[in-house]
């Protein structure tokens, strides 16, 4: 068994110490980046970004952001860009996704790390909007986790390294109620890899790490990841009933003919008191959390069975063995009872591993959290009331632009810190929130690549005498979830 004893947290990493002019020409570049992505309708959808970014209070309605001064068009345009009847607003996501990833500079050394979650837009009186979902929601009553109507998405997050809950918004799609959500989430890894290489930010680097949450199929997420070949490490909480099992010996215990066994010794999480002495050890000290120790057991995999995900699977189901981590601390915060925490981490052949790396990478995940609250309570993503999830997802992108401006522009703007309001300590970057605060101020210096609109009057409207027929209504889909669909079978 190999023991380390490390800090509870690297140093912190400081802001971008680059020229400001450099940081200004790096936001310039990106704005102009960001409106050759759209195509007809460019003007107001750029405007309508700016919109987003310079209201002085929370996002509450999609028309009211045309009476911003950023937003020189009628509201009409608003309608028009998104669109919500028959207009033509275009948003090339991959080219936009791929401006995204290149803005993205991580100044922490060792490999990428990268957040995975869903979260949902709810939509619960939209019976005419197609694509709905049993969407989880907590229920603030009494704290049970329900489910409500709605679109889900799922997010990849960059995450970055020291006292800073910024995260770079890397890729979103929606989860339809027919699509298979590991594959989803695969493919959105596919693409997230893609366009980092394609950036060059993973060269000279290790195997990224995706982490996940609990309710993700890691098994299944880490078997698809190394069939197409990604070559990125998968790090995930798994809950404390999983069972595991060591790799089997070589033909059979009792020393008869027949077929070796495919699973060795039974490993419990819910009895660690009869595990086996971990492979690593590693103790820390945190301030936050008290002691803390993290173990490490190397070649464990779980029983699978043909059902679910993994039904209809030709042959033998694969034995995708990993390592499973277990983390104890002294206390948590607020005098909760502190309880083990169980992670899940397999990696591509060759690729070191790093305990103390891994289990803080798991605790930064929880960063793409400030970002779903500041994206649903400040910039209105789940505001507009709109109908089909083609404009859902174009909406989504627009705010993903937004929010790619605001990390750009956090060493630009000044902190316009209000009297109740805690300072900042020096060498920390400042708060999306203080960032969006101040971007109407930079905006008036950097400009914008948005033409002014042109004169017009206004349409001649519906013709007299015509009606609508009722719009078709649609059922809400199954419950879409992405929960280990893994069979374990457990022997007792």
């Given amino acids: 068994m190999r023991v380390a ?262 490993f419990a999480l819910s009895t660690p008191q009869t595990l086996p002495p971990a492979d690593e050890r590693l103790d820390a000290q945190s301030p936050r959390y008290g002691r803390v120790t993290v173990t490490a057991w190397h070649g464990l995999h779980q029983k699978l069975g043909k059902q679910a995900g993994w039904a209809g699977f030709p042959g033998p189901l694969p034995v995708v063995a990993g390592t499973v981590i277990r983390i104890q601390v002294e206390h948590l915060p607020g005098g909760r009872s502190a309880k083990d925490l169980w992670l899940w981490h397999t990696a591509p052949a060759g690729t070191g591993f790093d305990l103390d790396l891994l289990w803080k990478t798991y605790l930064r995940r929880f960063d793409i959290e400030h970002a779903f609250r500041l994206l649903k309570t400040l910039l209105g993503w789940t505001v507009p009331q709109i109908r089909t999830p083609e404009q859902g997802e174009r909406w989504t992108w627009l705010i993903l632009a937004a929010h790619a401006q605001l990390r750009l522009a956090r060493t630009l703007t000044a902190d316009l810190r209000r009297p109740w309001e805690k300072p900042i300590p020096h060498g920390q970057p400042i708060t999306p929130g203080r960032v969006r605060r101040g971007f109407h101020n930079l905006r008036r210096t950097i400009g914008t690549p948005a033409r002014r609109p042109k004169p017009s009057i206004a349409g001649p409207g519906r013709p007299p005498g015509t009606t609508r027929p009722p719009r078709t209504r649609y059922p809400v889909g199954k419950q879409t979830s992405i929960k280990d669909t893994t069979k374990t079978k457990k022997n007792h």
């Avoid at 991959?94 to 995975?116: E, N, Q, R, T, Y």
């Avoid at 989880?136 to 800073?164: H, M, N, S």
């Avoid at 490490?233 to 790799?247: E, M, N, P």
């Fill in 5 to 266: 004893v490390g800090p509870i947290m690297p140093g912190l990493v400081a802001v971008s110490a680059m020229d400001p002019r450099v940081c200004r020409g790096r936001l310039v570049g990106f704005r102009a980046g960001v409106y050759e992505c759209f195509g007809r309708r460019r003007d107001a959808l750029f405007e309508l970004v700016d919109a987003v970014l310079t209201r002085s209070g929370p996002v509450n309605s999609l028309v009211e952001l045309s009476e911003e001064k950023a937003f020189r068009r009628g509201y009409g345009a608003v309608y028009d860009a998104l669109p919500l009847c028959q207009a033509c607003g275009d948003v090339d996501v991959d080219g936009l996704a791929g401006l995204i990833a290149g803005s993205w500079d991580p100044v922490d050394a060792g490999p990428v790390k990268i957040a995975v979650d869903v979260s949902a837009w709810p939509r619960p009186d939209a019976v005419t909007s197609p694509g709905l979902c049993h969407c989880y929601t907590a229920c603030r009553c009494d704290g049970v986790r329900k489910t409500i109507p709605g679109w889900p998405f799922t997010f990849a997050a960059g995450l970055e390294w020291g006292a800073t809950s910024w995260t770079t918004l890397l890729d979103a799609r929606r989860i339809g109620p027919h699509d298979d959500a590991t594959l989803v989430t695969v493919a959105q890894v596919a693409a997230v890899v893609a366009r980092l290489a394609a950036a060059g930010t993973v060269i000279g680097r290790p195997a990224s790490v995706f982490v996940f949450d609990s309710g993700y199929d890691l098994t299944r997420i880490s078997y698809q990841c190394g069939v197409q070949g990604l070559g990125v490490q998968v790090l995930g909480r798994i809950r404390s009933d999983r069972v595991f099992y060591t790799v089997a010996s070589p033909g059979r215990a009792d020393g008869r003919p027949g077929r070796p066994r495919r699973h060795g010794q039974r």
